[in-house]
């Protein structure tokens, strides 16, 4: 009898000390809890922090400069520059601002890229003058580039003054454009900018010559 009534009150203070673990277990639970959602919440706010920290440094623009040297008047050739800190895709390219009524590429066109013909610009603004498509190949990676784009170059007429890339932005995940005059090389004037630059200096001459002459 002695035996069993020991058996039965160790019996009793195990079962308390499990009511006991039982009872504190939701306070642990909803402790635990809280601090969860506190380490979720702090997570998304850096990752937040991160990526709009990253939106605001991407810059989003390109080059596109006239690197023949001029000995063939008849065609002019462009090279495209990528200069976004951000990675893009490149969707099509224009040009536009030559005194010419109309333009068309010369042969070939760079890896990747297209020239469209007349029939196929309706897609793009109607003051483009040349076109190219990419389709999504051979695109310049952040600092590099595409050579090769050439135009033919018809008599009398100035070349083209700017430029327009229609690329992705993965950041908006959309199309977006973007503008720019066309750069320049060491290239030898143009037959009008040399009568130009002719009449410039004789005017200059003559003012010298009269400034002396007084």
Not at 53 to 59: F, G, P
Not at 79 to 102: E, F, K, M, Q, R
Request: hydrophobic share 40%; aromatic share 12%.
């Amino acid at each position: 009898m002695i035996e069993k009534s020991n058996i039965s009150r160790r019996d009793t203070n195990i079962a308390a000390s499990d009511f006991n673990l039982q009872a504190s277990d939701p306070v642990l639970s909803v402790t635990k809890g809280r601090d969860t959602i506190k380490t979720k919440v702090i997570l998304f706010s850096v990752c937040l922090a991160l990526i709009l920290a990253i939106q605001a440094c991407a810059s989003y623009s390109f080059r596109f400069e006239r690197t023949d040297d001029g000995s063939d008047p008849n065609i002019w050739t462009y090279t495209l520059y990528n200069d976004c800190t951000a990675p893009i895709s490149l969707d099509s390219l224009g040009v536009y601002g030559s005194s010419a009524a109309t333009l068309q590429a010369a042969a070939p066109d760079p890896d990747g890229w297209e020239y469209l013909e007349e029939d196929y610009m309706e897609w793009y603004p109607e003051y483009w003058q040349v076109i190219w498509e990419s389709g999504m190949q051979n695109i310049p990676y952040n600092g590099d580039s595409v050579a090769g784009f050439s135009i033919v170059a018809p008599a009398g007429a100035t070349a083209p003054t700017s430029f327009e890339v229609i690329y992705i932005n993965f950041d908006l995940n959309d199309y977006e454009s973007y503008f720019g005059e066309i750069s320049q090389a060491d290239i030898v004037p143009e037959p009008g900018s040399l009568l130009s630059l002719a009449a410039s200096l004789s005017f200059t001459g003559l003012a010298v010559l009269r400034r002396r002459a007084y």
